[in-house]
């Protein structure tokens, strides 16, 4: 048993996603304990910049798909059995997961099963609005609370007697607002009369694996079109190598980023994006950045979602809003043609791009919860946990 009178928190990231959330919390932490607190766990590169020191890399858990996940089940088996036995060498307070609930409802089982009296809570919930609703009928059996990020997901889980309670969603406290395009523009000498498109094509090895080549592709038609356009890849430490990798030997204007600064600086100098599906999206709406998603699955994992996920979008815009402002060329329809098409509308700056605008406007008021940050909400949650 540990004599530390600092509160000790076992934080468990195993995507880029989450690893942002988590470095958010984990500062809310700090300042609520005025940095009586102690952090172990599993994070990524902006969690170890906030003094986690990650029991291994979670770049090894960046698998996307349910058929592409199989050959990783071995290795992922063997890393929670290691982070079992690190929790109980620790012993914290609270062990808080962040979203990959699939990775993480398997920590979760096995800490009840070994009934160690630690507070469990989980940070951001499974999307039982789409599917396996089941989900929401028994996460009460492995947690003690839920955080979600979105107002309407409470309802689905408390009637399942599992304590629920929104915060707000990070997003909104991001960075990106802060960001200077001009300094981007600066630092990597790009002219002033030069468009930028940001090329985002997600944090997973097999989304960067799908997606990036026909990005690359679009890339390329677009600057035959117009050479007066060019391009920035941001990227992050779980797919970093691979990017360089498929990326090396191109002709294109591109800047390849891998600093969270240089990220969102880019962002705020784009005059649009081409985006995988995720967190991303809501960070480009936020700052009114417009852009297209796309996206595209093994052929398997894709029959199986269609027949599975009952949501009309797969977009977190278009979801809040009830309708379709981010154009989402998914499967078949990811291809290189059909983004260049998409993202030239968006150029013209006409009618998709002021639909665009006007949505972004509105999502802000669907994240926020009160007056602190979701971040400090999601903390005196925790906290109170302890």
Known sequence: MTTSTKTRIYLISGEASGDLLGSRLMRALRE???????FFGLGGDT???????????ISELAVMGIFEVIPSIPRVLRRINETIADIKNKNPDVVVTIDSWSFCSRIHKALRKLNLGIKQIHYVAPQVWAWKKRRAKTMYKYIDELLTLLP?????????????????????ESDVLKADGADFRSKFNIAPEKQIISILPGSRHT?????????????????????????????????????????K????PLAVVETEADRYSAFQASSAAIAASGTVALELAICNIPHIIAYKVSPLTYFLAKHLVKIKYVNLTNLLLGYSVVPELLQDKCTSDNIVTEILELLKNGSAYERQIEGFAKIKEHLSCGSQTPSQNAADEILKAK
Do not use: W
């Not at 689905?156 to 997003?171: A, D, E, I, R, S």
């Not at 030997?249 to 294109?252: A, E, Q, R, T, V």
């Open 32 to 38: 609520k304990t005025k940095g009586s607190v102690e």
């Open 152 to 172: 309407k997901e409470p309802q689905y889980f408390t009637k399942h007697h599992l304590k629920t309670v929104f915060v707000g969603h990070p997003v909104i």
């Open 249 to 252: 030997g191109s002709k294109l």
């Open 207 to 247: 989304e960067v694996v799908k997606l990036l080549p026909d990005f690359l592709a679009a890339a390329q038609k677009l600057y035959d079109l117009n050479p007066d356009i060019c391009f920035v890849l941001p990227t992050v430490k779980t797919v970093a190598s691979r990017v360089k990798q498929m990326t």
């Open 47 to 57: 969690m170890e910049q906030e003094g986690l020191k990650s029991l291994f890399d």
